[in-house]
């Protein structure tokens, strides 16, 4: 059973920064890739950020590059997203997501496994 926990939300005001943490159990994830989603308020979960865990490959969505930047802590299991110059359009629940599934990374249906989500909401 993967279980993924995220952390780090919180409120700040717009220009500010947040760090996210996802840490993974269950399971050796040399396999799987890593990604951030978002929904805000009245929207449909979105694609943020992607980290193929083996190698190290990353992906972002157009609104967040250059600003959010996805690691990782193999030791620890942990994926971060490091949240920059927030907006308040980044307003939104974000959630950790795991998949071994070569489909589509920018469908939410492609991850099997979730987190169950940490608010951040910026203020103006």
């Known amino acids: 059973q993967v279980q993924l926990v995220e952390s780090g939300g919180g409120l700040v005001q717009a220009g500010g920064s947040l760090r996210l943490s996802c840490t993974a159990s269950g399971r050796t994830f040399g396999n799987y890739a890593m990604a951030w989603f978002r929904q805000g308020p009245g929207k449909e979960r979105e694609f943020v950020a992607r980290f193929n865990w083996s190698g190290g490959i990353t992906f972002y969505a157009d609104s967040v590059k250059g600003r959010f930047t996805i690691s990782r802590d193999n030791a620890k299991n942990t994926v971060y997203l490091q949240m920059n110059s927030l907006k308040p359009e980044d307003t939104a629940l974000y959630y950790c997501?795991?998949?071994?599934?070569?489909?589509?990374?920018?469908?939410?249906?492609?991850?099997?496994?979730w987190g169950q989500g940490t608010q951040v909401t910026v203020s103006s």
């Open positions: 997501a795991a998949t071994t599934s070569p489909g589509n990374w920018l469908r939410p249906d492609t991850y099997g496994h």
